[in-house]
């Protein structure tokens, strides 16, 4: 196998559904047109392209087919949705799984990487049987099809890559670099402590100082001090099983002045970070045109964009140098990723804006709180 196998050559099918249609093009080239949708296929030297556009059309998924012979005795281990769950495992093949964003075929002599790089437009998950390889698509907003109104995205840029056995964990390293053209990189190791694994909650300020000074005790002269996380607990509302969110604009009883708690922290030795849940917000203010669901915030809509960028803007201000944000692509999809059959999105739903697909709403929120924290760490 070579990097030509994943050329638009050696393509040997792709089928866009749409609306509730699908069209399969055999051999399909660099183009493909149902109604007002147009796919393009762009060959790159180490990859290809896939493009989409429409007009009015509601678009769904896209479905590659290569088609080739897979060796009996290959085994196959694949990403997850939106973290592993103690199951990222080499297995035999089995065509009823299905392998989010990336995979690695093993044989005697080779490790071959399967994947798409960071920041397309679509869900990807892909599938091997003995007869080749399907990656499957998800362009919806929601559970319904995107309507792009003219405008083109990058559904995803497929690479392939082959190694060498001598070291699985550095292929996996070269071919997760491949995947990511803009990494963002730390110069320090991020370690420290969280006081969720005991507190589960129940903490205080006093508790917190607490945990600063045990942890610097650990790390004294160091030249790259520990991180301390506060976790859930401190934020105002009552919590339970069904909330644990904002508002995020002060701290509780317990935690009286965030304002002044980072450089307290700070002075003990160690490095303030902070937890919270920027999507799930109770605050009185927030209409209910604002909201997914009960209490969970739509992404898409500008007036929640520029509420979730002031939230986490201010605690960057506080001085917390880590956010840790939290149930992030639960809030999104009501679903947490092995609970995915395959796909995140179910039931029938959409984002405010229905020109983004779900790929893009996650992506755009990143983006925003990135640029919303400033110099502190996510």
């Known amino acids: 196998m070579n990097n030509s196998a994943f050329s638009t050559d050696m393509l040997s099918s792709l089928t866009l559904y749409y609306a509730k249609c ?61 973290r592993s769950y103690g199951d990222l495992q080499f297995r035999s093949m089995d065509s009823g799984r299905f392998m989010p964003w990336y995979f690695f075929m093993r044989q005697e002599d080779a490790f071959h990487g399967f994947g798409v790089k960071t920041g397309g437009g ?29 405008r083109i995205i990058e559904a995803a840029t497929i690479i392939f890559q082959t190694f060498p056995t001598d070291s ?28 969720w694994y005991y507190a589960y909650g129940n903490s205080s300020r006093r508790e917190i100082l607490d945990d600063c000074r045990r942890l610097a005790a650990f790390c004294e002269n160091l030249k790259n001090p520990p991180f301390m996380v506060i976790d859930d607990g401190w934020q105002p509302g009552e919590r339970s099983m069904d909330f644990n969110g904002g508002p995020w604009d002060r701290g509780n009883d317990r935690f009286p002045n965030m304002e002044t708690l980072p450089k307290e922290m700070l002075s003990l030795g160690v490095r303030p970070g902070i937890w919270l849940r920027p999507l799930q917000n109770a605050a009185p203010e927030i209409p209910g045109e604002w909201q997914l669901r009960r209490w969970i915030l739509d992404p898409t809509i500008p007036d929640v964009r520029e509420w979730i960028f002031a939230d986490i803007q ?13 149930f992030t692509t639960y809030d999104l ?46």
């Not at 999809?333 to 229905?354: C, I, M, Q, T, Y």
């Open 22 to 82: 699908e069209q399969i093009f055999r051999n399909p080239g660099t183009h493909c047109r149902a109604n007002d949708v147009i796919v393009t296929c762009e060959n790159n030297s180490d990859s290809l392209r896939i493009a989409v556009t429409g007009d009015y059309t509601p678009i769904r998924f896209l479905k590659l087919r290569w088609n080739f012979r897979l060796p009996d005795t290959a085994l196959f281990l694949g990403d997850a949705w939106e």
């Open 122 to 150: 679509a869900f990807a998950l892909w599938s091997a049987d003995p007869a080749g390889v399907t990656l499957y698509l998800d362009l919806r907003c929601g559970t319904e099809g995107v309507i792009l109104n003219g």
């Open 168 to 195: 699985f964990t550095e292929a996996c390293r070269a071919f997760c670099t491949k995947m990511c053209d803009r990494p963002l990189q730390v110069t320090t190791p991020v370690y420290g402590g969280n006081n």
């Open 314 to 326: 201010r605690i960057s201000r506080w001085g917390f140098q880590l956010l840790k944000h939290d």
């Open 333 to 378: 999809f009501g679903k947490w990723g092995f609970e995915a059959n395959p796909w995140l999105a179910s039931g029938d739903w959409s984002f405010a804006d229905r020109s983004r697909t779900s790929a893009e709403v996650v992506t755009d929120l990143y983006r925003l709180i990135l640029e919303a924290a400033g110099s502190a760490m996510i």
